[in-house]
Structure formats: structure tokens, C-alpha cells
């Protein structure tokens, strides 16, 4: 039987857990694709016991044989591939003139070989049919940020790819967007809060105050389920909006 499909990158916690959530909810058959097989395991047989449908894949997104090997279950288990989100990603951060070249290539093998493979193999599959490619981006796609350089780069980076894969995309009606939310309370952030305190001379507490919501309007966080909900919302557009990208940010970067 053809469903709608969806396959979302690094699904099994944070943003992409929620997401996964959310679009098996919307009717989709998600694919689960993380390096953590365990958990993305346990969140397909969640799914699946709520009656969803879900199927978990061990993916190391820069890795060309496993994504391309992912998407092709994904095609058998709901012939097709409808909806992507590249989201798998990582975080470490470093005083720039300290900053190890091991630890920058690590950055982008993930965050830019990952978004490039990944959209490439739903690129591949949505021309007989259309689809939506859609990146985690941040708000550091626009704005910078002290000991976080690579992530910065990689940020810009896929809010670029969106707009030349909507432009290329249009004639097949493949439409590419860029979520870009600004701090989330997920592991990946619960992490970096010591670590810049360490770096920066801070309190932990003086780090979330003056440098993750300093320049919200509202002094909050942004939620895992806001950003489900704009891509739920991207699920639905029917090319209005390809190319854009959505700032999740409570004011921080304003157009």
C-alpha cells in the first residue's frame, strides 16, 4: 500500500523526535534515521503501538551507502518519499584560534556532507513525483555567535542549499525550505551551557540570560514542537514558500 512518507534525520531525540511524532500523527509513515538504532527503534515500536506507522533505520548521514541504503527501505516499506527533514547534527564548540581542524572536519562531514547527501537521495526519488526537502538551520543561518564558527558555516550553508534546490526542484515540484530555530532546550543545548561557561568566564545561568535568549524579545526558549509545527505547516505548501526560511526565533533575527 502507497502512503505518504516521511523521512526525518537524527529522529530520535530532540527536534527530530518530535517531528517524527508529529508527521506519523499527520498520517505519514516515518522513517526514523539516526546512528542511535536502540532509540530510534524504541520510538518505530511507540509509534507503531499507537497504531502510526514507523520504521527505523540506522543512518550515519555522511555516509553515502547508508543514506542512500535508508531511502531505499524507505521506498519499499511506503513507495515513495514525500517529505524529508535533514536535521542530524552535532555541536561542539571552541575558542576560534583554538579550534582543532579534526573537530571542524567533523562539523561538516555531518552537518555538510549530511545535508548534502541526504537531500541529494530525496532529490533522486521525488522527480517522478514532487516533494518537500526541508534543513534544520538555526538562527545562526543569520546572525554570529562567539566559539561557534563552524556551526555558523554550516547554518548559512544549508539555507543556501534550500534556495538552489527550490530553483532546480521547481519543474519536478520539489519545494526545499529551511527551519531556523534559535535555542532549543535539547540535549545538544543542555550541553553547550557548561561548556561555554567554561570557555566564556561565565555562570551558566549568566550564559542563558546574556547570550542564548539576550536577544529574544520575550527571553524564551523556542520549543521542539514549534518546530513540528512549521513542518507540518511546510507539509502542506504548495510552493508558496519554497526557498524561504522560517525564523523560529521570539524576535532574535528579524527580516
Known sequence: MTQKSALITGAASGIGKACAQRMAREGYGVVIADVNLPAAGALAEELRSQGLSALAVHMDVSSEEEVESGFDRMTEAFGGCDLVLSNAGIQIVHPFDEYPFADWKKMMAIHADGAFLVSRAAFRRMK??????VFTGSVQSFVGSKLKEPYNFVKHGVAGLAKSIAREGAPYGIYAYTICPSYIKTPL?????????RDLGLTEEEVVKTIMLR???????????????????????????TGQSLRLTHGWAMQ
Not at 128 to 133: F, L, N, Y
Request: zero cysteines.
Open 128 to 133: 517522478a513525483g514532487g516533494g518537500r526537502i
Open 189 to 197: 543545548v543542555e550541553k553547550q551551557i557548561p561548556e561555554q561557561a
Open 215 to 241: 536577544d529574544t524579545v520575550d527571553g524564551e526558549f523556542t520549543t521542539v514542537e514549534d518546530v513540528a509545527d512549521a513542518l507540518a505547516y511546510l507539509a502542506r505548501d504548495r510552493g508558496a514558500l
